[in-house]
């Protein structure tokens, strides 16, 4: 006869509780919020939504819940293969506000194993659901005698899931770390460097992904079946109000009533302002003539060459004297050229998606996000209105 456990309600069962509510909060603010970069905000809303879930399931199992709705056990397994994919996608969208495609190509891993589980797994009585969940949270307990299913291919496949997901995980999290130094390495700044918030912000959730990665292997190779789950999931809790802390920290709430303050940066650098001066003519200059801004290889470090200035040093020229980031400078030369092109009579032809090539995006909607975020129009009522 099936075994029906109390409730079991700790620390460790608030903890997580806590951190899923958080967690299903703070998805819903980032999936709906109409601000910054949505493209990097849905994937990290998507991200927060299914390691909640996956954390609710663990819940019901660690408070023997799960005893009471047998027909859940295993429901949010498959989710497990979006969470690395879905960390790596927030990483470059968040950077580059590019979206494509062909990311949607990393989910392949989450929708094969989904389709799998729902032809072989989900459709199973209870007592076979009794007896994986026994399995996984209960072994000392005995199993209810059923007749042997045979799942053939998936069966020896699911037998590996957790070894399957650690692998995908260290690869997301060995390909985000490569992302992340090449980009910090384009700005010019070492990747432990705090000088660029952005980035700053992008190695702070890599680390946090990357922790729990290196927990799940402790986990696994230190408890047997799922019994350590609650400790991964207390620590997902942290990293879940971890972001919220951040988030909140950020917001311009706190900053209702503050007087403008001078900000000090580059208080200790060397650059004198002839030399600033010097740079910013001949900044104009190569801009103008040369039109740097639309070769492949453009970038914070290849501009200083060009001026025979340290990378450090244009950024604070671009930072004080213009009040930009290297990005927003070159958005704003590109976006001037993609003006010009699109009202030429010359170019009336060529569609919106060649233009955007043409100056330097490989995406039509990062193009028209940073049109209309210079110009207040997208490229198509602009070129419209100025015929």
């Not at 890599?206 to 696994?220: C, D, T």
């Not at 311009?252 to 910013?280: C, H, M, N, R, V």
């Not at 009040?323 to 009202?343: H, K, M, N, P, T």
């Amino acid at each position: 006869m099936p075994v029906n456990y109390p409730l079991h309600i700790d620390l460790f069962a608030i903890i997580i509780l806590m951190g899923v509510v958080q967690g299903y909060f703070l998805a819903i603010f980032f999936l709906f919020t109409p601000k910054g970069n949505k493209i990097a905000h849905r994937y990290l809303g998507l991200f927060l939504f299914a390691l909640s879930t996956c954390t609710v399931e663990v819940l019901l199992s660690y408070t023997n819940y799960m005893f009471k709705i047998l027909a859940w056990v295993d429901f949010a397994e498959p989710l497990n293969f979006v969470l690395a994919p879905l960390t790596y996608l927030y990483l470059r969208t968040f950077i580059s506000e590019r979206f494509s495609w062909k990311q949607l190509l990393h989910f392949a891993p989450f929708v094969f194993y989904l389709v799998s589980m729902s032809i072989y797994i989900y459709p199973l009585p209870d007592t076979f659901k009794y007896n994986s969940y026994l399995d996984a949270y209960h072994p000392d307990l005995p199993f209810i005698k059923i007749e042997v299913v045979e799942w053939g291919w998936f069966c020896k496949i699911r037998d590996h899931v957790n070894d399957f997901m650690f692998v995908q995980m260290v690869i997301y999290v060995v390909v985000g770390f490569i992302e992340l130094k090449k980009q910090f390495q384009k700005v010019g700044l070492s990747i432990f460097s705090k000088e660029n918030s952005s980035l700053s912000w992008c190695r702070t959730q890599w680390l946090s992904f990357a922790s729990i990665v290196l927990l799940f292997l402790i986990v696994k190779r230190t408890f047997p079946s799922d019994l350590g789950d609650h400790i991964l999931s207390a620590h997902i809790t942290f990293i879940i109000y971890a972001i919220s802390f951040s988030v909140i920290r950020q917001s311009d709430f706190f900053k209702l009533g503050e007087e403008a303050k001078p900000i000090k940066k580059y208080e200790k650098s060397t650059l004198t302002e002839e030399i600033q001066d010097q740079t910013l003519e001949r900044l104009e200059v190569l801009m103008r003539k040369e039109k740097l801004f639309l070769r492949e290889d453009f970038s914070l470090p290849f501009l200083a060459k060009k001026l025979g200035v340290s990378p450090h040093h244009l950024s604070q020229i671009l930072n004080e004297s213009l009040g930009q980031s290297f990005f927003d400078y070159a958005a704003q030369w590109r976006i001037v050229e993609a003006q010009r092109l699109l009202v030429s009579l010359e170019n009336q032809h060529i569609k919106i998606e060649e233009i955007a090539e043409m100056v330097g995006y490989n995406s039509k909607s990062a193009f028209n996000t940073a049109f209309k975020k210079i110009v207040g129009q997208t490229p198509s009522q602009y070129r419209k209105e100025e015929k």
